[in-house]
């Protein structure tokens, strides 16, 4: 190829060429909606045609503080003047500053990082530190939840269309059912139901055997799979199930982390601190990729004997990946993140609850800080979901300007709005993208 080709091809603003190549030379593994974007600034996208969407999704529910944010790109320009990256076999000064920064954050106990490129990748090494350190193969999880796309993180995950045909999987996963209370699988109603959803997890562990499991992994709110809050019981259940079997307890919080709940961290609006975290998303904003697991003291001398084995990573602890979280992380405690998402997520769950009262479609409201969902039915009494009118929903957002997420494939085939915009949403953003929602969920359900 010619140089003047590959200049071409660089400096083209061609947006009939963008579609060509897209559909010419990219592998098309999942659907892409219809827009390619060019630019991001705080809770709004433009694309290559100027059109505006309010990203009311952070894309994946993974730019907590916005798109360009400066003071993050900065410290990214100033660490590529330094380093660019040590290929995980020398320590480096970002990397040293973020695991000290994490422990600071992080529930009491979890105060050992390492560091990583994506929420499967971090998933995996959950995986494998509480098998190796335990000796033991088994995991239990949820159907309906999801921890990645990679072969141990797709075993763990309970949604069948990512994984069926995959199939045969990673052996050594066991399912329980989700704390869904909206579709209960036991036909139940919370408070009266006893939590039997948290309990059947100590019945599992006893006829599997607790000399067989190494850990149960859960994500504290089932975020993707359409924001699928447990009751306050829930989560506290799971801890004293898994001391009482000797069995590590595994929070995956790639989505809930560093503020989307309203809190830091997830795990702390239920008191409740897992034996390992598995993080991403939120830790960097997703501006460049990052993850990591955190664990105990006691975890990581465990499994620190490098003659029994050893994990590597060429991209892990990268130093530009670390010096964006560490910039990432201060502008959440600086501009009070956290407490915006908070006060934002109870504003704007509010008036979902309150469209709910009003439409024979929309069936239930929930949520905590900005990760909320929204169900879609043909009617209340039967809770039948209702594709056609979600995609149809979704579109007539998209092309009146807000972005969200649907789930439709997690949970027993339910269809849910999710919102889970960035943590610096302002309220006139978040009137803006009701009023969207609402204009879009009348519209199409009068077609």
């Not at 060429?17 to 593994?29: A, G, I, M």
């Not at 990673?170 to 009266?192: A, H, S």
């Not at 850990?215 to 924001?227: D, F, H, L, S």
């Not at 409201?365 to 056609?388: F, M, Q, S, Y």
């Amino acid at each position: 190829m010619k140089i003047d080709e590959i200049n071409r091809i660089l400096n083209s603003r061609s947006v009939k060429d963008f579609t060509d190549w897209s559909e010419r030379h990219l592998v098309y593994y999942h659907g892409f909606l219809p827009s390619i974007i060019e630019e991001g600034k705080g809770a709004t996208l433009r694309d290559v045609t100027g059109k505006e969407y309010l990203d009311f999704a952070s894309i994946v529910v993974s730019v907590n503080v916005g798109h360009g944010d400066k003071r993050v790109t900065d410290a990214m320009k100033e660490q590529l003047d330094l380093m660019t990256s040590t290929t995980g076999t020398f320590l480096n000064v970002p990397e040293v500053k973020l695991a000290k920064l994490v422990a600071e954050i992080t529930p009491e106990k979890l105060t050992r990082s390492f560091f990583l490129t994506s929420g499967s990748e971090a998933v995996e090494l959950a995986i494998k530190t509480a098998r190796r350190y335990t000796g033991k193969l088994n995991i239990f999880s949820r159907w309906g939840g999801y921890h990645g796309n990679t072969p141990g993180a797709l075993s763990a995950s309970g949604a069948a269309l990512y994984k069926r045909i995959y199939d045969p999987v990673v052996p050594g996963f066991l399912k329980i059912p989700p704390p869904y209370c909206y579709r209960c699988d036991f036909g139940l109603e919370y408070p009266d139901c006893g939590i039997v959803c948290a309990k059947v997890l100590d019945s599992a562990i006893v006829y599997e055997h607790p000399d067989t499991v190494a850990a149960v992994i859960a994500e504290p709110i089932i975020g993707g799979g359409g924001a699928v809050v447990p009751p306050d019981e829930y989560i506290p259940e799971l801890r004293k199930i898994c001391d009482e079997h000797g069995v590590l307890l595994i929070l995956d919080e790639v989505i809930t982390g560093f503020g989307r709940t309203g809190k830091m961290f997830c795990c702390e609006h239920y008191g409740v601190t897992p034996d390992v975290m598995s993080v991403a998303k939120g830790i960097g904003s997703s501006y460049v990729p990052l993850s990591a697991v955190i664990t105990k003291d006691e975890i990581a001398e465990g499994v620190a004997d490098h003659t029994k084995g050893v994990h590597f990573s060429t991209y892990g602890n990268h130093p530009l990946s670390c010096a964006a979280a560490l910039a990432n992380i201060k502008v959440i405690i600086e501009d009070k993140l956290v407490e915006n998402a908070a006060r934002m997520g109870e504003y704007c769950l509010k008036a979902l609850k309150d469209m709910v009262e009003e439409s024979p479609v929309l069936g239930e409201a929930r949520g905590k800080g900005l990760l909320l969902g929204v169900e879609i039915v043909k009617d209340k009494e039967t809770k039948t979901p209702d594709l056609d009118l979600g995609m149809s929903i979704r579109q007539k957002a998209l092309e009146k300007g807000l972005y969200f997420s649907l789930s439709r494939i997690r949970m027993k085939d339910a269809v849910i709005m999710v919102f889970g915009p960035p943590l610096n949403i302002t309220k006139e953003q978040v009137d803006r993208a009701l009023e969207i929602f609402d204009s879009a969920v009348k519209e199409a359900q009068a077609e």
